[in-house]
Nanobody, 122 residues
Framework: QVQLVESGGGLVQAGGSLRLSCAAS????MGWFRQAPGKEREFVTA????????KYADSVKGRFTISRDNEKNTVTLQMNSLKPEDTAVYYC???????????????????WGQGTQVTVSA
C-alpha cells in the first residue's frame, strides 16, 4: 500500500505563493488534483516518473509548477500568483500502472493523499 502525505497548505492573500509537497516512495506517475466546496475534484497538474513530462490545467498554466526529486521521494507543487478561485483542498495522487506515463485522468490514479487545504483571500 502506497502512502501519500501532503504538506504545505495554508492561507495566503491573492497574488501570493504557496508550495505544496507530497511524500511518496515508488516508481509512479504523480498528479495534483483539487476540490472546492460543492464542486467536482479537478485535475491541476501531473508529472511523469522521470520528471521529463508534465501536464497542466489551463487555469494554472504559467502560475503553477510541478517538479519531483526521486532521491528524496518528493513531488512539489509551486503555486504563484494565487487567486481566490484557487481555494480548494489539494490532493496528491499516484498512478501505479507502468503503462501510465503522465495523465490528467482521475481514474488512472490508484493512490490518494488525505488532502491539504489552500485558501486564497481576496
Amino acid at each position: 500500500q502506497v502512502q501519500l502525505v501532503e504538506s504545505g497548505g495554508g492561507l495566503v492573500q491573492a497574488g501570493g505563493s504557496l508550495r505544496l509537497s507530497c511524500a511518496a516512495s515508488g516508481r509512479y506517475a504523480m498528479g495534483w488534483f483539487r476540490q472546492a466546496p460543492g464542486k467536482e475534484r479537478e485535475f491541476v497538474t501531473a508529472i511523469s516518473w522521470s520528471g521529463g513530462s508534465t501536464k497542466y490545467a489551463d487555469s494554472v498554466k504559467g502560475r503553477f509548477t510541478i517538479s519531483r526529486d526521486n532521491e528524496k521521494n518528493t513531488v512539489t507543487l509551486q503555486m504563484n500568483s494565487l487567486k481566490p478561485e484557487d481555494t480548494a483542498v489539494y490532493y496528491c495522487a499516484a498512478a501505479a500502472k507502468m503503462s501510465v506515463i503522465v495523465t490528467t485522468l482521475r481514474y488512472d490514479y490508484d493512490y490518494w493523499g488525505q488532502g491539504t487545504q489552500v485558501t486564497v483571500s481576496a
